[in-house]
């Protein structure tokens, strides 16, 4: 005995609702993941907390940080401008991070808390930072990429702006993951 178009038609819009309703935990556990990194930067690195680094937006592919103008992130005294120091750490921490979610997003199963366990193992392996111009501003917009992602290591691709919208910084890091 064969099935009907009614009981193929059924069987379809099951299907559907059941892969819809995947697609839904996965969305929720990606949600609470980010939302686990999110936290883990923002309230258990204390150097990020001296930086006083706010995560703006984070997905698997990307972040931005934004952090203000202080006289005590000052290196030149004379122009205001932001220690190097600053920079590249900015630009390291906003590399690392969008390298560390990456690898997350590689991972196939496990409880967002499991994923989130591997960052003990992130740390960066290399950081070449190109200084373009004094850091002087009112706050500063650091954006990262990943240019790939692999099980072990992630390259990813940072700027560094100012409120104007000016380049400061740019900087290429390489990040063990795994």
């Known amino acids: ?29 990606d949600e609470a993941t980010l939302a686990i990194v999110r936290e883990i930067f923002s309230e258990k690195i204390p150097f990020n907390k001296v930086l006083g680094v706010v995560i703006e937006s984070l997905t698997f592919d990307s972040a931005k940080v934004r952090f203000d103008y202080r006289d005590d992130l000052v290196g030149n005294f004379v122009r205001g401008s932001l220690h190097g120091g600053v920079v590249s750490a900015t630009l390291d921490l906003t590399g690392g991070l969008v390298a560390f979610v990456g690898a997350l997003k590689t991972m196939e199963g496990g409880t967002p808390q499991e994923k989130t366990a591997r960052l003990a193992n992130v740390g960066t392996i290399d950081l070449r930072v190109d200084y373009l111009r004094p850091g002087i501003g009112k706050h500063f917009i650091a954006t990262s990429f990943i240019l ?18 000016e380049h400061i910084a740019v900087g290429t890091g390489a990040y063990l993951v795994g």
């Open 148 to 165: 790939r992602a692999g099980n072990k290591v992630a390259v990813t691709r940072m700027e560094l702006h100012n409120d104007e919208g």
């Open 1 to 29: 005995m064969t099935a009907g178009p009614t009981e193929d038609a059924d069987a379809d819009a099951d299907a559907e609702a059941e892969a819809e309703a995947e697609a839904e935990l996965e969305l929720e556990d």
